[in-house]
């Protein structure tokens, strides 16, 4: 969950430093909560995958 989490805020942060459109994140703020949601349901729905979810863990 955490390795998500971590991924997602380098994506937004990188747009945002590549583009320098820092103004955005008072509309793109949201994110961070779906993002965090969304990290936890994969990891869910991947637990319950059986041996496919662990294949695709590694």
Same mark, same amino acid.
């Given at each position: 969950i955490p390795v998500g989490i971590i991924v997602g805020n380098g994506l937004l942060f990188? !747009?945002?430093a590549i583009t320098g459109w820092w103004?955005?994140?008072a509309i793109l703020w949201p994110?961070?909560?779906l993002l965090i949601g969304g990290?936890?349901? !994969?990891t869910i729905w991947?637990?319950?995958q059986g041996d496919r979810g662990r294949?695709?863990?590694?």
């Open positions: 990188s !747009f945002y103004r955005l994140w994110l961070e909560p990290t936890i349901l !994969f991947l637990a319950g294949q695709v863990a590694r």
